[in-house]
């Protein structure tokens, strides 16, 4: 499988105004993709997945199914 090409310099990044600006995730849509990437290495590598595998990603967020993760 070809890995997709997205132009990040295009991209809407948004952060969670719960992170306070700090070392977080930052998060845009690109077509049918959503990205992620590091605040901090804001020209690191980014993380695509597709917009199914993000919303059971939020759905099981949502159940609670990693609360777990946070103690």
């Keep these: ?3 997709p090409k997205i132009d990040r310099n295009s ?3 948004r952060i969670a105004t719960r992170s306070g600006g700090g ?3 930052e998060i845009a849509k690109s077509d ?3 990205a992620f990437r590091n605040s901090k290495r ?3 590598e ?3 997945y597709t ?3 993000f919303a059971a990603f939020l ?3 949502k159940k609670g199914e990693f609360d777990d993760l946070l103690g």
């Design 59 to 61: 759905d099981g967020a």
């Design 51 to 53: 917009q199914p595998e």
């Design 1 to 3: 499988m070809t890995e």
């Design 42 to 44: 804001p020209d690191g």
């Design 23 to 25: 070392n977080c995730v």
């Design 46 to 48: 980014i993380i695509l």
């Design 32 to 34: 049918d993709l959503i």
């Design 11 to 13: 991209l809407h990044w």
